[in-house]
T-cell receptor, first 117, second 115 residues
Framework: AQTVTQSQPEMSVQEAETVTLSCTYD???????LFWYKQPPSRQMILVIR??????QNATENRFSVNFQKAAKSFSLKISDSQLGDAAMYFC??????????????FGGGTRLMVKP | KAGVTQTPRYLIKTRGQQVTLSCSPI?????VSWYQQTPGQGLQFLFE???????NKGNFPGRFSGRQFSNSRSEMNVSTLELGDSALYLC??????????????FGPGTRLTVL
């Protein structure tokens, strides 16, 4: 079974600064997908960014980018130019690429990000 | 396109009762997954339905069950409620097709409180 670990329960960043959230995972599979989800106080989960394991290039979405290290099984999220609206819980998630795995996501414990004005 | 809808948004039940939660996926999506979110256990996968068939199941007791209808709407049922079932129940909708990252879209959740 796969596991996902987020070692930082809470992080704090000054507005306009850069912050990096850590995520490590354990799997014996070679093909899979990794995701970062944001859950603001409204509780609506929103996909921030995704990475396919077979792609070496790190994914980027505007101010959000990842550092994907497959050998180290590490998948960190970097938020540049932090904004007050970035304050939320952030979850790292894993999904197997096996055909019979369906859409099942395995989530990490989450990191609460606070943004200071 | 309308997003994923979940009803009801809030629910209060007492121990021993049963409850049914509903999820309507995005139009055209055939996969519906259910997750339980609690402060202690975090986000845990309950089950996934695809084209009216349960495709995957998490490690939950048989009191937790679900089904999916021909219009892809899904319901989950919890019988003989326990205090520990108090949680936010999230539903996620996706195409469910093999291959590709298959982005899933989450609903706003149903907050269940068991007294």
């Amino acid at each position: 079974a796969q596991t996902v670990t987020q070692s930082q329960p809470e992080m704090s960043v000054q507005e306009a600064e850069t912050v990096t959230l850590s995520c490590t995972y354990d799997t014996s599979e070679s093909d899979y997908y990794l995701f970062w989800y944001k859950q603001p106080p409204s509780r609506q989960m929103i996909l921030v960014i995704r990475q396919e394991a077979y792609k070496q290039q790190n994914a980027t979405e505007n101010r959000f980018s990842v550092n994907f290290q497959k050998a180290a099984k590490s998948f960190s999220l970097k938020i540049s130019d932090s904004q007050l609206g970035d304050a939320a819980m952030y979850f790292c998630a894993y999904r197997s690429a096996r055909n019979n795995a369906g859409n099942m996501l395995t989530f990490g414990g989450g990191t609460r990000l606070m943004v200071k004005p | 396109k309308a997003g994923v809808t979940q009803t009801p948004r809030y629910l209060i039940k007492t121990r021993g009762q049963q409850v049914t939660l509903s999820c309507s996926p995005i139009s055209g999506h055939r996969s519906v997954s259910w997750y339980q979110q609690t402060p202690g256990q975090g986000l845990q996968f309950l089950f996934e339905y695809f084209s009216e068939t349960q495709r995957n199941k998490g490690n939950f007791p048989g009191r937790f069950s679900g089904r999916q209808f021909s219009n892809s709407r899904s319901e989950m049922n919890v019988s003989t409620l326990e205090l520990g079932d108090s949680a936010l129940y999230l539903c996620a909708s996706g195409t469910g097709l093999a291959g590709g990252p298959n982005e899933q879209f989450f609903g706003p959740g149903t907050r269940l409180t068991v007294l």
